[in-house]
């Protein structure tokens, strides 16, 4: 029932589809302090087909990752190259382009083949260049995942419960889609 | 000796406060941390101890190749095989050949900071027919083991502890023998280490050589007869192009009763360790 509920709810959302892209995101890992660690998630991300390049601020763990024109980016894949290297994805931020783009809290948006749900964002249009913070479970350390719970009673787009979330009337990949906020 | 062993374990676990960065890359242990997934790395390892004869120094050396390979980010194995001259007539040969798995069962991260627990098992068949005290899974006997590994990383200092069962399966330990045997079948190995890195304070770029250094307290304790040992063991590491570890360590008796190796004499190693990262994926 709580699931009919929540698709129903779901299929009120109103989707925008967006031809913008994700041009770059900046990575931070945890659980790491050495070169030879940072060096093994450096080269899981570089495998994958859609990053251009990477460069590592190796003092931060952090990573800031350029993805190539035209193909999809997807935020699942860079999680899964860090977690294979040993690790885990403390922070990730992806910079969106914003053109003439109506966003509000419970709003979701597709790039690509992701859909981006937002969470507890300013009622306006953005243009230009906006960051989207990811707050799923998995991409925050359990303390500050801890801190974006609550904002929402509803199953679908509490964090971390990405694998339920179904939109009945699209095609939509489990796990394809994220919850994000702008700060 | 209680006095020494509480300063040296003071010296491993009392240091969070200090700002070093540290690492885990134990050069006689292992952490609760894999190897990276799909990725393969090949160490050889080589031990050298001086044995006092009656008419000669002999030098006793080991040399050990392992391939670790990294199955998920939770699973690793690892093929072990070595050659020495510690058995036998003093001729270099084929000594053992084993296989180590380790299962990362807990991984909480957070930013410059882990905690880690692993289980690991190990099997080892060797050439050797049973000679000392102390038992090793490093090809001494054919033995199995198991153990957990924990390893904790605060401040940017690592710290590991390890605690396993050896168990010997030598087929002459079920041979029928009334007489006084020098050596038992089954013990409890620990040990505690801790790791710095010394060079570089701070990063620049994956081609800086890192130096660390470590202090490993490595002990056993016979279960089935009254025998123990305590070794220190100090390790230098370089770490060059942020994929090849070279290691030079001393280890030494702190302490203990057992029959072992060269009348437990001190023992250097040396090892150099390549990794590959995504060997294995398509």
Redesign the interface.
């Known amino acids: 029932m709580k699931k009919i509920l929540s698709s129903v709810v779901i299929l009120l959302f109103i989707t925008a589809v967006s031809n913008a892209q994700i041009k770059k995101a900046t990575l931070q890992a945890s659980g790491l302090t050495c070169a030879m660690c940072a060096k093994s998630v450096y080269t899981n991300l570089t495998s994958l087909s859609f990053v251009e390049s990477v460069d590592t601020d190796l003092n931060a763990s952090a990573f800031e990752i350029k993805f190539k024109e035209g193909q999809h980016v997807d935020p699942e894949a860079l999680r899964k190259k860090v977690e294979d290297a040993g690790f885990s994805v403390s922070q990730l931020h992806l910079e969106f382009d914003a053109k003439n783009h109506k966003l509000e809290h419970d709003t979701h948006l597709k790039v690509g083949n992701s859909y981006y749900h937002f969470v507890n964002v300013k009622s306006k249009e953005y243009n230009g260049p906006i960051t989207l913070h990811v707050i799923d479970k998995d991409y925050l350390t359990a303390k500050d995942h801890k801190k974006v719970v609550g904002g929402s009673n509803l199953d679908c787009y509490k964090p971390g419960n990405t694998t339920k979330c179904v939109m009945p009337n699209h095609e939509v990949h489990e796990l394809n889609i994220f919850h994000v906020t702008i700060k | 000796m209680r006095k020494l062993i509480s300063l040296v374990v003071l010296v491993l676990v009392g240091t969070t406060h200090n700002q070093l ?3 885990e ?1 134990y050069v006689f242990s292992d952490p609760a ?7 393969l790395s090949l160490k050889y390892n080589g031990k050298f101890m001086m044995e006092n004869r009656p008419s000669s120094k002999v030098l006793l050396s080991r040399h050990m190749a392992e391939a670790s390979i990294g199955l ?2 939770k699973l690793m194995f690892r093929p072990v095989f070595t050659f020495s001259n510690m058995y036998g007539r003093g001729d270099m040969r084929w000594e053992s050949a084993g296989i180590y798995v380790k299962y990362r069962f807990l ?8 905690f880690r627990a692993a289980a690991y098992i190990k099997g080892l068949y060797s050439a050797n027919s049973l000679r000392y005290e102390e038992l090793t899974g490093d090809g001494d006997q054919s033995v199995v083991q198991a153990g957990l590994i924990f390893t904790q ?1 605060v401040n ?1 200092l690592a710290v590991s502890t390890t605690i396993g069962w050896t168990e010997v399966i030598n087929q002459e330990r079920w041979l029928k023998y009334d007489g006084p045997r020098l050596f038992g079948y089954r013990s409890l190995n620990y040990s505690l280490s801790s790791g710095y ?1 010394l060079f570089p304070r ?5 081609e ?1 050589t ?1 130096f660390n250094f470590y202090l490993e307290l490595i002990g056993s304790n016979a279960i089935d007869r009254k025998a123990y040992f305590v070794d220190l063991a100090p390790a230098m590491q370089l ?1 060059v192009n ?2 090849t ?1 070279i290691n030079l360590g001393y280890r030494f008796q702190l302490s203990g009763n057992s029959f072992r190796m060269a009348s437990a004499a001190p023992s250097f190693s040396f090892s150099v360790e390549r ?1 590959f ?2 060997t294995f ?1 398509k």
């Open positions: 960065a540290a690492q890359l941390s894999n190897v990276p997934a799909k990725s998920n980010k991984s909480s991260d957070a930013i410059h900071r882990h990383l940017k890195l701070t990063y620049k770029s994956y800086q890192n770490i942020s994929n570890k990794t990262f995504n994926r």
